[in-house]
């Protein structure tokens, strides 16, 4: 005869285990370095130290993603910054990532994240952002004569570049200046010297200029994710982006 497991007394007999809806992980990942070690862990990410900007890491990059099921790429000690100055490429780029990241069942065929996405944009719901006044954002901060965006391992990606993109998957929030609505986009943003970037925002989208903008350059992917997307000027992205990603 077998012998039952004692009973914790403590503990209702029928309450349900926790359920975990994607793989090890009942919530989103809180940061940018919790989600590094969850793609680590699944194997999906590739460390490479001592790449340098100048056309390095844009080869690199490239290298990898040709090869099937490629990993993201995290370069590290980059020649001429300080350690811990650090450059992720491909963080999406793979159908295991993007379940990763919007908390997703991992997927056995890429078709399988398409239909999660579609099943759970059939409820979807806008969540007000919620305004609070400290955070890890707020631990850093570098005003006027401080400002250098040199300061980062900016990448020359390209040799044809018109120059080193510090904004790529990246949120630049802007603010109409006569219907007050609020949009956060991707777009690209590239650097003209340590004070100064340009925004490229492509004709037809809904972003307003000649007006104040700030741009997100290391951001959480879901929020990235939902920022690419199309939806009416009335929607706030910030919600959409926290809804994509609930568990």
């Not at 059939?122 to 901060?141: D, M, Q």
């Amino acid at each position: 005869m077998r012998r039952s497991a004692p009973i914790d007394r403590g503990i209702p007999m029928n309450d349900p285990a926790p359920v975990k809806i994607w793989n090890d992980y009942e919530r989103p990942h809180a940061d940018l370095r919790e989600f590094l070690s969850r793609i680590e862990r699944a194997g999906e990410l590739l460390t490479i130290p001592g790449a340098n900007w100048n056309l390095e890491m844009g080869t690199l990059a490239e290298a990898v993603n040709e090869r099937p099921n490629s990993p993201a790429v995290l370069f590290q000690d980059v020649p001429g910054y300080p350690r811990g100055f650090r450059v992720l490429s491909g963080s999406t780029n793979s159908m295991r990532r993007l379940a990763i990241t919007l908390g997703f069942p991992v997927p056995a065929h890429p078709l399988d994240v398409v239909r999660a996405y579609r099943d759970r944009m059939k409820s979807h719901r806008s969540i007000p952002p919620r305004v609070v006044r400290e955070g890890p954002i707020l631990e850093n901060v570098l005003r006027e004569d401080k400002v250098d965006v040199l300061r980062f391992p900016v990448p020359f990606l390209h040799a044809l570049d018109g120059g080193r993109y510090i904004g790529t998957d990246d949120l630049v929030i802007t603010r109409d200046p006569e219907d007050n609505w609020v949009n956060c986009g991707t777009y690209r943003v590239m650097v003209h010297d340590a004070k100064r970037v340009g925004v490229w925002m492509s004709p037809g989208k809904p972003a307003p200029c000649s007006c104040p903008a700030a741009t997100i350059l290391c951001s959480f992917s879901q929020a990235a994710t939902s920022c690419a997307s199309g939806f009416p000027n009335t929607i706030t992205r910030a919600g959409t982006a926290e809804n994509r990603s609930r568990w």
